[in-house]
């Protein structure tokens, strides 16, 4: 089944600690991107990555870090979380063959800093 | 960049009736326009689209109509189902379809 597949699903962590939300793709898409979701915000861009190696900001990047070595991994990292980090992150990639140019979103994870 | 604001942010219907949420942009190099569905607990969900060279799409219940002039899109929902409900999003990018904006949702409910 094609799928993006983000973990964890929950996630509650301290300030300051670092942590990786992983992402895979299993479509051989070439671009993936990293939102947020927050209470009357929309979705906002905080990373994306057009191909193997090739990141690049978005929206709301302050705080997070991505890396693309692999075409179906893209993870997330925070290196000292702080708690307005608190949201619901979506992991998401785009490619031929969806029949559309948007982003295929994955199931989310919900960070809770303290 | 790129600002996209959504109408209304809150929207209930009786079932069977018509629903309409409007999005504005302000660049005017936007031309790609998603609209996406999130169930409560779930993913967001593509479900329609429209690119700047059409005005109008349909796909059975729904249809999207661009405005680029007036840099406003709409999404229609006919005949509405309860399960229509859910909260709609609507986005926009530039051809390149690098960066996507998405308006602040609109939690649409269908009642009985």
């Known amino acids: 089944e094609a799928q993006v597949t983000q973990n964890p699903r929950y996630l509650i962590t301290v300030t300051g600690k670092k942590l990786t939300v992983t992402c895979s793709q299993n479509?051989?898409?070439?671009?993936m991107s990293w939102y947020r979701q927050d209470p009357g915000l929309g979705l906002r861009q905080i990373y994306y990555?057009?191909?193997?190696?090739?990141?690049d900001k978005g929206d709301v990047p302050e705080g997070y870090k991505v890396s693309r070595k692999e075409k179906r991994n893209f993870p997330l990292i925070l290196e000292s979380p702080s708690p307005n980090q608190t949201s619901l992150y979506f992991c998401?990639?785009?490619?031929?063959?969806?029949?559309?140019?948007?982003?295929?979103f994955g199931s989310g994870t919900r960070l809770t800093v303290v | 960049g790129e600002n996209v604001e959504q109408h209304p942010s809150t929207l209930s219907v009786q079932e069977g009736d018509s629903a309409v949420i409007k999005c504005t942009y302000s660049?005017?190099?936007?031309?790609?326009f998603p609209w996406y569905k999130q169930e409560l607990g779930k993913r967001p969900q593509l479900i329609i689209d429209?690119?700047?060279?059409?005005g109008e799409k349909k796909d059975q219940r729904i249809a999207v109509t661009l405005n680029k002039t007036a840099k406003h899109f709409s999404l229609h929902i006919t005949e509405t189902q309860p399960e229509d409900s859910a909260v709609y999003f609507c986005?926009?990018?530039?051809?390149?379809?690098?960066?996507?904006?998405f308006g602040s949702g609109t939690k649409l409910n269908v009642k009985p």
């Open positions: 990555s057009m191909n193997v190696e090739v990141t």
């Open positions: 429209i690119r700047s060279n059409v």
């Open positions: 986005a926009a990018s530039q051809s390149n379809f690098n960066k996507f904006y």
């Open positions: 998401a990639s785009r490619g031929p063959g969806q029949g559309h140019y948007g982003y295929t």
């Open positions: 660049d005017s190099a936007s031309n790609y």
């Open positions: 479509m051989n898409h070439e671009y």
